[in-house]
């Protein structure tokens, strides 16, 4: 039987398992409580995938090794799983001791077998008639503490579920959704609290990072990305413009649990184009903020791309490792940004350590000593438009990057697009869209070169690149086995040689791909996990 005979077999024989879900509180699985010690030693457990990132310094790297490079080429789908609302599937699914918990578009939660699919229960959320989202009704992951998942959802609540039952503990409602807010991101667990963040900057809304109680919902703690009237850094906003300012905190951020500080990204500023109403630097949009675990206070923060207005989100995640800068230690994040320059920071202090260009850009001379970008004249949006590289998508975005320890390489999906950029004016009106221009690229997109690329994040300097053709929306696994995986856009599920950016495998699985790839083991076996399309399906060696 050829292999794409063999996909179809396998598939239409678990569909009717996937269509058959019970109700939530049958079927209940069994699974130890996740602890705060167990998420602080989430590699120790590579058999699992215990968090969106994987573990606390989103490396997205796994110790399994059991599918390697010499014999990834044997992997055949295991199972599948339809996930029934079409839309851009997003999902990074948690696996808990043989235990899947996969949200689903718009706001839903299903809980499934991790070696055959077979479903235990459901969650589906509510949504109100008059949302008003910006990138669509989709969903991230979830975070799990003890026997609780917390999941985001569409209209600005944070929920706690029973993961045994799927029956719904508590919800907090963070923001008005009717003011534009939303949420997508699967939220990050410190310590006892949920860490989450915020969407919706496309709407003037006021950006903001929050932590909540694990066991009641309560707020613990609230920091504004956008500095208020009574802080200096407010200065940097002409006006009131601070009050529609956007800058979200759109995606998961990481941890470091020997600094207690968390790390998140933050969005452009609002409104995205148009600079004229908010003269300044706008701080701390496009931004990467370093916050106290416990207090939310902020102990620094370095800002990619001072007043930005070609939507260039600093939404990345920071990718957290230990590695030699000029000869000497660092505890490093890694970063390569949406407006096209790779960032090595020094993850305690916030100091500037390496940027090197890594995708096109025509917008920038290059960054000075302290990572400040130097500034091209003529390259602000224009009433005719004008020609700018990255386009407003980035240069990378909101899909993940790896690191490996193996190899020492962050690989990430990169771009080197353009757009044609222009400016209007625009009046902010609550729950609608404040964006002061848009965007038009000039050619079709498949015209502009795409790839999986590998940084030294010790200088930024390229070793390999792997073309995808056209740009994707995937995110990219690396694993102990030497291996990268990744998807593109036209539906193929593929593996590369981690040191050499060789291509060892791919299987054509008919959907776009806007979701990150994930691996964990069930009784001694190692699965490989790609979301494509609306089915979210499972390989393993034969």
């Not at 020997?258 to 148009?274: A, I, K, R, S």
Request: charged content about 20%; proline content about 6%.
């Amino acid at each position: 039987m050829t292999r794409l005979a063999t996909l179809v077999a396998l598939f239409a024989a678990v569909q009717p398992v996937a269509a058959q879900a019970p109700s939530p509180g049958e079927g209940v699985p069994f699974f130890s409580p996740v602890t705060w010690e167990r998420l602080v030693n989430a590699a120790d457990e590579p058999h699992n995938w215990l968090m969106y990132s994987g573990t606390l310094d989103s490396k997205r790297f796994s110790r399994l090794d059991q599918i390697h490079n010499r014999n990834v080429a044997g992997l055949e789908l295991k199972w599948a799983h339809h996930i029934p609302q079409l839309g851009r599937a997003e999902t990074t699914p948690l696996v808990v001791d043989g235990v899947m918990f996969i949200t689903e578009s718009p706001s839903n939660l299903v809980a499934v077998d991790a070696a055959t699919g077979r479903p235990f229960w459901r969650y589906d959320h509510e949504l109100p008639d008059d949302l008003r989202i910006c990138c669509g009704r989709n969903n991230r992951g979830v975070a799990i503490l003890g026997e609780t998942l917390y999941m985001s959802t569409l209209d600005a609540h944070l929920v706690a579920i029973d993961a045994r039952s799927g029956n719904l503990l508590w919800s907090a409602e963070v923001a008005d959704y009717r003011a534009g807010y939303s949420k997508t991101a699967a939220p990050l667990i410190v310590k006892d609290k949920v860490v989450t963040g915020i969407a919706g900057g496309e709407f003037g809304i006021r950006g903001f990072l929050d932590a909540y109680d694990a066991d009641t919902g309560r707020r613990e703690w609230r920091t504004h990305t956008i500095p208020g009237p009574d802080h200096p850094d407010n200065r940097t906003w002409a006006g009131d413009s601070w009050r529609t300012g956007g800058s979200p905190t759109w995606i998961t951020g990481s941890y470091d649990p020997e600094l207690n500080l968390v790390y998140w990204g933050t969005g452009n500023p609002g409104p995205d184009y148009n600079g004229d109403i908010r003269g300044g630097d706008n701080l701390y949009a496009d931004s990467v903020l370093a916050l106290d675990g416990d207090t939310g206070e902020m102990k620094w923060y370095f800002q990619f791309t001072p007043h930005d207005v070609h939507d260039w989100d600093a939404i990345q995640i920071p990718v957290l490792a230990d590695i030699n800068v000029d000869g000497a230690p660092r505890k490093a994040m890694l970063w390569a940004n949406r407006n096209g320059f790779y960032y090595t920071l020094d993850r305690e202090t916030g100091e500037f350590l390496v940027g090197k260009e890594f995708a096109r850009q025509t917008w920038a001379e290059g960054l000075d000593t302290n990572g400040r970008p130097i500034r091209r004249p003529g390259m602000l949006p224009s009433a005719e438009g004008t020609l700018v590289s990255p386009m407003a998508g980035g240069a990378t975005n909101w899909w993940s990057p790896a690191y490996s320890p193996r190899t020492g390489l962050l690989y990430v999906n990169a771009f080197d697009g353009e757009a044609e950029f222009f400016i209007r004016d625009e009046n902010y009106d609550e729950g609608s869209r404040f964006t002061g221009g848009g965007t038009q690229t000039p050619l079709p997109i498949e015209n502009y070169a795409s790839a999986i690329r590998a940084l030294d994040p010790a200088t930024g300097d390229l070793r390999w690149e792997f073309p995808i053709k056209p740009r994707t929306r995937a995110g990219v696994l690396a694993t102990a086995g030497d291996l990268v995986f990744s998807g593109s856009v036209d539906g193929y599920f593929y593996a590369l040689d981690a040191v050499t950016g060789a291509e060892l495998w791919h299987i054509g699985l008919g959907g776009p791909v806007h979701a990150s790839p994930m691996t964990y083991a069930v009784d001694a076996q190692q699965y490989v996990t790609m979301t494509v399309g609306n089915v979210l399906y499972t390989f393993a060696l034969d």
